[in-house]
């Protein structure tokens, strides 16, 4: 069974602290890794990797693959009180028998940037 | 600037009533999508839609129904609701869909849904 496995699940730091999310996975037929943050409302695109060792950055965000070891990472430095929101990591797999793709969300990560 | 509008955006039912979550998507997007999010559980699929015209099962589509009759439209019901269905729902589009590769998921802002 496909699955995707966030942690931690919670974490409160101080601002400007940096953080590390962490997300493993076990998907057959791996196709790509998405990052999305979601705030009070609708969760909003940050990266998509398809391939190992290419970082991709985003101002203070950042996200690296590892297929071989089957996890990725999202790195934020210098966190800020805006920073608070839940993280959420995707994996898209293909099915083969439907000749589709899917998306497997982790838990999400619930960070909290106190002042 | 609409992007994915949902309503309502909250609804408290009964056990056993029925209701409708719609959603409307203005990008011009092929695939549509119907999650839910319950706490420690992330984003599990309901049902998609491919194209105007087709749905398609995802992870957890029991007691729920679809309707795809125009493209920009996606419609959730619920024929019979059950506290277990107490949850927060997502409606989502993206421009490839599942079948063409790399998916990139524009949400709405989530309905949530009561079921005493």
């Known amino acids: 069974e496909d699955k995707v496995v966030q942690s931690p699940l919670s974490l409160v730091v101080h601002e400007g602290d940096t953080v590390t999310l962490n997300c493993s996975y076990e998907?057959?037929?791996?196709?790509?890794l998405l990052w999305y943050k979601q705030e009070k409302k609708a969760p909003t695109f940050l990266f998509m990797l398809?391939?190992?060792?290419i970082e991709k950055k985003s101002g203070r965000l950042s996200s690296i693959l590892d297929k071989k070891e089957l996890f990725s990472i999202l790195n934020i430095t210098a966190t800020q009180t805006g920073d608070s929101a839940i993280y959420l990591c995707?994996?898209?797999?293909?099915?083969?028998?439907?000749?589709?793709?899917?998306?497997?969300f982790g838990q999400g990560t619930r960070l909290t940037i106190n002042p | 600037n609409a992007g994915v509008t949902q309503t309502p955006k909250f609804q408290v039912l009964k056990t056993g009533q029925s209701m409708t979550l719609q959603c409307a998507q203005d990008?011009?997007?092929?695939?549509m999508y119907w999650y839910r999010q319950d706490p420690g559980m992330g984003l599990r699929l309901i049902y998609y839609?491919?194209?105007?015209?087709?749905?398609d099962k995802g992870e957890v589509p029991d007691g729920y129904n679809v309707s795809r009759l125009k493209k920009q439209n996606f419609l959730l019901g619920l024929e019979s609701a059950a506290p277990s269905q107490t949850s927060v729902y997502f409606c989502?589009?993206?421009?490839?869909?599942?079948?063409?590769?790399?998916?990139?998921?524009?949400f709405g802002a989530g309905s949530r849904l009561t079921v005493l």
């Open positions: 989502a589009s993206s421009r490839t869909g599942l079948r063409d590769g790399a998916n990139v998921l524009t």
């Open positions: 998907v057959t037929n791996f196709r790509s």
């Open positions: 398809t391939s190992s060792g």
């Open positions: 995707a994996v898209e797999a293909f099915i083969i028998i439907q000749g589709a793709q899917k998306l497997v």
């Open positions: 990008m011009n997007h092929n695939s």
């Open positions: 839609s491919a194209s105007e015209g087709t749905t």
